[in-house]
């Protein structure tokens, strides 16, 4: 037999006994939600609101045109994790835009970041449990269909999870949904309608396609874009899918926005950097804004959902 090369250690010849873990939901999530609902009340006073915005890059100029304002810093709330990501502000805003109550995710944090996906999902579940029904989730992402341009805007039709994991995992709270739920239909149909129209009516170009969660923090290698569009993936990002299954998980509505910051690896010149991912982003903001802004303004009047928790 060849004499291994590399020094190995004799203690370690053992099979490990260790099990491997699964990034479990607590048993008291529920519990944990309320009080973290509670704080954001005791903050702000009335909060509760029918719409829910996640502000992704680009996006995040929003917060700052919300009339009424209240904020408070994650870091205030319990449960809540900060952000380390710059451009990721994190807090949440109330207040009144486009003539509804809503209530805004002024940055949002990652499961790269190291943080268990419940917690990565609880402003989700926060928003949810303080009466939103329809969540409007917007994100940077790379192309992986080659007829997609950075400074396109992409109607999310769907998605793929490859980020590993689900933050539905662990025990299940039936105060917040069922097991096993459904998502046939993620991103609503009619939520997508209205954005159509309204990127219509705006002169807006809208493209439409699947989005495709990866954990990162990595950018994908060339071999990796090319498989994920054999998949039937059209973008490629690192956030909003493990938020859009908690989402779903409450019965909250989805509308999904993707902006394309970069082809993927190995489909331009080059190579990827999140400064200038960072830059595309904040150049869509205006065309962003302006879309989301009609969207929220053409919603009908929707009362805040009341759970009980
Ligand atoms: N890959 C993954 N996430 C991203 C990308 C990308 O190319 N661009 C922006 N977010």
């Not at 938020?243 to 990827?272: D, K, P, Q, Y």
Request: net charge neutral.
């Amino acid at each position: 037999m060849r004499a291994w090369r590399f020094a190995t250690n004799p203690r370690s010849r053992q099979p490990s006994m260790t099990s491997v873990q699964f990034d479990c939901a607590p048993a008291d999530l529920g519990d944990r939600v309320r009080e973290a609902a509670q704080a954001v009340l005791a903050a702000l006073g009335p909060a509760q609101a029918p719409i829910g915005l996640v502000l992704g890059s680009g996006l995040g100029g929003v917060a700052d045109q919300i009339t009424d304002a209240r904020a408070i810093p994650y870091d205030k709330i319990p449960y809540f994790s900060k952000s380390t990501v710059p451009g990721h502000a994190g807090k949440l805003v109330a207040g009144r835009w486009q003539g509804h109550t809503v209530l805004a995710l002024a940055g949002r944090v990652h499961g790269y970041e190291g943080h268990p996906w419940w917690q990565v999902t609880l402003p989700v579940r926060v928003l949810a449990a303080l009466g939103v029904q329809v969540l409007v989730v917007t994100n940077a992402a790379g192309a992986v269909h080659t007829a997609l341009q950075p400074g396109d805007i992409l109607l999310m039709t769907d998605h793929i999870n490859l980020t590993g994991a689900n933050p539905l995992v662990g025990p299940n709270d039936a105060r917040l949904g069922p097991r096993f739920p459904d998502m046939t239909a993620a991103y609503d149909p009619e939520l997508r309608k209205i954005c159509e129209d309204v990127a219509a009516s705006k002169r807006i170009e809208l493209r439409r396609g699947v989005y495709c969660g990866l954990s990162g923090p990595s950018y994908e290698t060339p071999a990796e874009i090319r498989m994920l569009g054999m998949l039937g993936a059209d973008v490629v990002g690192m956030s909003t899918v493990s938020e859009v299954i908690v989402a779903r998980h409450m019965g909250v509505r989805v509308l999904g926005l993707s902006c394309v910051t970069n082809l993927g690896a190995g489909l331009g010149e080059g190579t990827l950097d999140h400064g200038h991912v960072a830059e595309v982003a904040l150049d869509t903001t205006a065309r962003m804004t302006a879309l989301v802004a009609g969207v929220v303004a053409a919603l009908p009047d929707l009362h805040v959902r009341s759970r009980s928790l």
